[in-house]
């Protein structure tokens, strides 16, 4: 299991500096790795200035149409990304979430993944491109653009890891891993090093905003690891975070996704 899957949430994505920072850290990561996929949010606050400047238009926009808005977002980041890649003379290419195969339920806003046929990005992996996918979004089985409601960026980490039977998962966040009390509410707030699925899980329902629970649901059954990093301690050469596991789980052969 050569591949890994890197994660980068709003606050990673948040200016165009960060594009040139996150591109360091992928070089870092290619080190050891052989195949990174790259999964990306929209920019800072843009899916919700997304949202506003929709019911600016139309206080009741048409579901379909506001999928086919808010996934402009994470197209932004991926193109961005690929060219901060291109910019440090490593070969990148973007892909939206059809073209990356995340099949989906027919359900607008908040649609469930049913499948995922990556066949578009295994022959760049193969070649040592670095592959970035727009988060949040796919596209159903009748050819209709989906997203997949709030988080659905770290679902589709996950789906990919799983599809592509990579290694782990890593999440670069704004907090160096997983606390059993909010960190920026409670600075006596202990770091916890590793997790289970089930462990991570409650905190998470107890209203943790670290992970989507949907992500977590999805790496438990098919036993794949996932990793919570700092991206701002990376440059510090510190890689703890939390790592959420099970130590007694084996790896699904068949992938298993979401219920439609």
Known sequence: MDTLVLKFGGASVATPEHF????DIILARMKEYSKIVVVVSAMGNSTDQLQELARKVN???PPREMDMLLTVGERISMSLLAMALAA???????????????????KHNE????????????PHLDQ???????GFQGVSRGGEITTLGRGGSDTTAVAL???????????????????????????????????????????????AKILHT???????????????????EFAKNNLHGTVVFDPSCERNFQPLFEAE
């Open 20 to 23: 040139s920072l996150i591109a």
């Open 59 to 61: 206080p009741n926009p």
């Open 88 to 106: 440090k003379n490593q070969t990148a290419i973007s892909f939206t979430g059809s073209q990356s195969g995340i099949i989906t339920c027919q």
């Open 111 to 122: 649609a469930r993944i049913i499948e995922v046929r990556p066949h578009r990005l295994l």
């Open 128 to 134: 040592r491109r670095t592959v970035i996918v727009a």
């Open 161 to 207: 890891g799983v599809a592509l039977n990579a290694s782990r998962v890593e999440f670069y966040k704004n907090v160096p891993g997983i606390f059993d009390s909010d960190p920026f509410k409670n600075h006596n707030a202990k770091h916890l090093p590793s997790l289970t699925y089930d462990e991570a899980l409650t905190i998470v329902n107890q209203g």
């Open 214 to 232: 949907r992500c977590l649901e999805l790496a438990k059954r098919n036993g794949l690891p996932l990793h919570i990093l700092s991206f701002t």
